[in-house]
């Protein structure tokens, strides 16, 4: 079947693909091992400049590369172009800082000379999202290609324009033929690419069943895997907290991306000194937002990028309704509009007990909840199969360490929304995934800390 490019704010078909037949990915791969051979071998100022280079492409061409983002999965024209500029800042951060984090670290020993080198592993296969379909691969790309790995790129069959324009990219700033690629392929084709001993490792951002399905082929293949799945992240509101700060970052928080974030909060747990102004406000804001045709600035929410995402979030709020919830305002499909689009929806009070209270919501759908103290808030929160973020709302240090220490997730932020930065590891626990991208840690996750003992 072949691959398409529809426009969610319209319906309309944008481009048709053919995938890739087996002697044309057959050939992709051949050439992804041989360039490896020769790319481990280009010296670091080189990729570096490369590096920068696509850096600067990005930043010239941020109003295109944002246009194509929002036509293929309607993200908010605004938001489109910050993630095209986030893309260019992870490309100098790593231009910048790979050195350092490649370099040698000296252990003594009895030895005369004993120390931990970082080799690149080879060929990564990256299995990726729609939902930031340039910064979801760009931070996989930045670092692994400054650390001497070449990528194949398998991106959601909904964004494959932007997938090949990535490729583009790479090769327009110097990159050599072979080092980053996108594979066209249906997503029955991704497990013979991970069987293949070309390829060395691979990196999937995406679902869980997607997560668990690609983790079970690398560890039967004994390949290194990194899986950045879903979250159902808390935001906690604690009465010290500056509530009008609060809520309009809370607004921002679950309406990121039409709603369509793992890092976005999903969960409001807010204590009862606070709650009734908290639900009040928070409604007000998410009503008055702006939706619409997400190629304007003045757009606040944009189609969901898929018609099944459209309907699974729809079945997902009347599955809280007929559970007890109350609704406080959206709801509703708009039917009035073409493409995908549904109500900024506030709920509160859904039953813990319920199925659909397990799930991750994906789309502009916030859950309130009302809790009598800070254990409560730390149980409500952890009280989910995830643990990717959280974040929290109190200008209390004590309840700030507690919360630091005990809410289970990959990252803890205080007073501030949840959100990744190339600076900072990046990455969940529980069903929401192991390893990390971003950072040090996310560039060694695809390198072998090779032990040199010299007698």
Not at 103 to 113: D, G, H
Not at 284 to 291: E, G, R, S, Y
Not at 359 to 388: K, Y
Request: some cysteine.
């Amino acid at each position: 079947m072949p691959i398409t490019s529809t426009n969610p704010s319209t319906g309309k078909i944008l481009r048709h693909f053919e995938p890739l037949t087996s002697e044309q990915l057959e050939a992709k791969l051949a050439l992804a091992a041989s360039a490896w051979k020769a790319y481990q071998e280009v010296p670091l100022e080189h990729r570096a400049l490369c590096m920068r280079k696509l850096a600067s492409l990005l930043d010239d061409e941020a109003d295109e590369l944002a246009r194509l983002i929002t036509l293929e999965m309607g993200k908010p024209i605004r938001g489109a172009r910050a993630e095209v500029q986030k893309c260019a800042t992870a490309c100098r951060y790593y231009a910048e800082h790979a050195a350092k984090f490649l370099t040698p670290e000296v252990i003594p020993t009895e030895a005369s000379s004993s120390y931990v080198r970082f080799d690149p592993l080879g060929v990564v296969l990256a299995v990726m999202p729609w939902n930031f379909p340039l910064w979801q691969v760009f931070r996989f790309l930045a670092p692994a290609l400054m650390a001497g790995n070449c990528g194949l790129l398998k991106h959601a069959s909904n964004v494959p324009q932007c997938s090949l324009t990535i490729e583009a990219l790479t090769r327009r700033a110097g990159f050599p033929r072979g080092v980053f690629q996108s594979l066209l392929i249906e997503s029955s084709t991704v497990a013979k690419v991970i069987e293949d001993p070309r390829v060395a490792a691979v990196t999937v951002t995406g679902s869980n069943p997607a997560g668990s399905s690609v983790a079970s082929l690398a560890g039967k293949h004994i390949k290194k895997s990194v899986l950045e799945l879903g979250g159902s992240d808390p935001f906690i509101v604690m009465p010290s907290a500056d509530l009008h700060v609060a809520i309009d970052t809370a607004v921002k928080a679950r309406t990121v991306n039409n709603g369509q974030s793992c890092i976005a909060a999903k969960r409001f747990i807010v204590h009862e000194g606070v709650y009734s102004e908290f639900e009040e406000r928070f409604a007000i804001a998410m009503d008055t937002l702006k939706v619409g045709d997400p190629l304007r600035e003045d757009t606040d929410i944009g189609p969901l990028a898929t018609e099944q995402g459209l309907l699974e979030i729809e079945a997902q709020v009347k599955a809280c309704l007929h559970a007890g919830a109350r609704l406080i305002t959206g709801g509703e499909r708009m039917l009035g509009e073409q493409g995908h689009y549904f109500e900024p929806t506030v709920i509160s009070g859904l039953p813990r007990t319920s199925a659909v209270y397990q799930e991750e919501i994906f789309g502009p759908v916030a859950l309130l909840f009302r809790v009598t103290s800070l254990d409560q808030a730390i149980e409500f929160a952890n009280d989910t199969p995830f643990g990717l973020g959280a974040s929290a709302w109190t200008r209390d240090p004590v309840d700030q360490q507690r919360f630091v220490r005990d809410l289970q997730a990959g990252a803890v932020f205080l007073n501030a929304m949840v959100a990744s930065d190339p600076r900072l590891p990046f990455g969940g626990i529980k069903q929401s995934g192991y390893g990390r991208e971003l950072a040090a840690a996310g560039m060694r996750e695809f390198l072998n800390a090779k032990t040199v003992f010299i007698a």
